[in-house]
Structure formats: structure tokens, C-alpha cells
T-cell receptor, first 117, second 113 residues
Framework: GAVVSQHPSWVICKSGTSVKIECRSL??????MFWYRQFPKQSLMLMAT?????????EQGVEKDKFLINHASLTLSTLTVTSAHPEDSSFYIC?????????????FGPGTRLTVL | GENVEQHPSTLSVQEGDSAVIKCTYS??????FPWYKQELGKRPQLIID?????GEKKDQRIAVTLNKTAKHFSLHITETQPEDSAVYFC????????????FGTGTRLTIIP
């Protein structure tokens, strides 16, 4: 099956710093990737939809200037948490959708645990 | 937008018994309904999915049923085993445009040996 990787798997940073998380589709081209956030014992909440070569579409309530998304190639999307604060501590998961026409299935990355001190 | 409700939030069953988790959705345009299993600290794993042109799908001990009229779908796990213990999420997607998924709130399933 399709493989999606994320890097780093965990990161600890000081309040006020920025953190970049990478999401890669390893064996297929993903024109669309999705970024989710999951707080402890809660569900996955979609933050934004990342489209290769165009601006990301953010869900209501998600600050686009704080969570910068770049999808510069068909295999890489990045999420940068700018000026991170303790309330941004969460599990961030990306997913990539199969190419158009191949179905709806999304393949998830292993997640990145962000802890902001 | 789409809203997906999931029940129950926790479920404990004896090993060997069946478990049923139910979800309802609000958007009649939704046509893709996956179920995910997530273990602590891990990525969600797709265990089964169903599309709106099908009423039921089965894969060994796991089955999903869909009632489009009532806008609800259910996950059935038979002959439960300890390794089935995890959090299960349902989701729905319209299948148009970017096909974003809306997740249910999750069910923590515990199999009692």
C-alpha cells in the first residue's frame, strides 16, 4: 500500500520558537495532502487541505498565519507552527490522498508529537 | 459542513463477543465512509470502508453496514480478541473536490479476556 512518512516523529521546543513538520508520500504522487491535529483522548480535527502548487485551504478557526503550509512538490508538504505556545502542544498527523480517480482512501503519516515548553 | 456523531464513546465486551459502533452523518452528499483503528500514539489505520452504492461490506471478522436513508453506518466486530482493543473512529467524506474527511468522536473499545 501507499506509504506516507513524517519528520520529525517528536519535537520539544521553547515557547515562541517555530517548528517545521514534513510530510512525504514515498511511493506515489499526492496532489492533495491533509493536516490534522489530535489532542489527547480526542478525535482528529482537520486543520487544512494542502494542494500542490496552490495555497492551502484552512478550516474555520485555524489561523493561517500561525500554521503555515507549503506544498511545493507532489511528494512533500510542510507545516510550520510559528511562534509556538504550550497550547499548540498536540499530535500532528498528515495524510495524502490517492491520485484522482484511484479512490477516496487517505494514507496517514505516523504523526509528530509536538511539546511546547 | 459535515457533522459525524459516534456512539458509544466507550465499549467493553468479553473476549469472543461482538462489538457494534454506530455513526450518523449529516451531509447527504457524503458517499465514502471509512473506519479507522488507532492505537495509542500511532497513526489511524484503515480497517474497512464502504461507499454509498453498497449497503454492507464484510472482511473476515469486520463488517460495515450503511443506511443512506437514515444517514447512519455501523461497524461490527465479531469474535473479538484482546488485540481488538483500541480507539475506533468513523469518518465521512463527500468524494468531491478534495474529499476531506470528517471524523467521529471515537470509541474506546476494551476487550475483556
Amino acid at each position: 500500500g501507499a506509504v506516507v512518512s513524517q519528520h520529525p516523529s517528536w519535537v520539544i521546543c521553547k515557547s515562541g520558537t517555530s517548528v517545521k513538520i514534513e510530510c512525504r508520500s514515498l511511493d506515489f504522487q499526492a496532489t492533495t495532502m491533509f493536516w490534522y491535529r489530535q489532542f489527547p483522548k480526542q478525535s482528529l480535527m482537520l486543520m487544512a487541505t494542502s494542494n500542490e502548487g496552490s495555497k492551502a485551504t484552512y478550516e474555520q478557526g485555524v489561523e493561517k498565519d500561525k500554521f503555515l503550509i507549503n506544498h511545493a512538490s507532489l511528494t512533500l508538504s510542510t507545516l510550520t507552527v510559528t511562534s509556538a505556545h504550550p497550547e499548540d502542544s498536540s499530535f500532528y498527523i498528515c495524510s495524502a490522498r490517492e491520485p484522482a480517480g484511484a479512490g477516496n482512501e487517505q494514507f496517514f503519516g505516523p504523526g509528530t508529537r509536538l511539546t511546547v515548553l | 459542513g459535515e457533522n459525524v456523531e459516534q456512539h458509544p464513546s466507550t465499549l467493553s465486551v468479553q473476549e469472543g463477543d461482538s462489538a457494534v459502533i454506530k455513526c450518523t452523518y449529516s451531509d447527504s452528499a457524503s458517499n465514502y465512509f471509512p473506519w479507522y483503528k488507532q492505537e495509542l500514539g500511532k497513526r489511524p489505520q484503515l480497517i474497512i470502508d464502504i461507499r454509498s452504492n453498497v449497503g454492507e461490506k464484510k472482511d473476515q471478522r469486520i463488517a460495515v453496514t450503511l443506511n443512506k436513508t437514515a444517514k447512519h453506518f455501523s461497524l461490527h466486530i465479531t469474535e473479538t480478541q484482546p488485540e481488538d482493543s483500541a480507539v475506533y473512529f468513523c469518518a465521512a467524506s463527500s468524494g468531491f473536490g478534495n474529499e476531506k474527511l470528517t471524523f467521529g468522536t471515537g470509541t474506546r473499545l476494551t476487550i475483556i479476556p
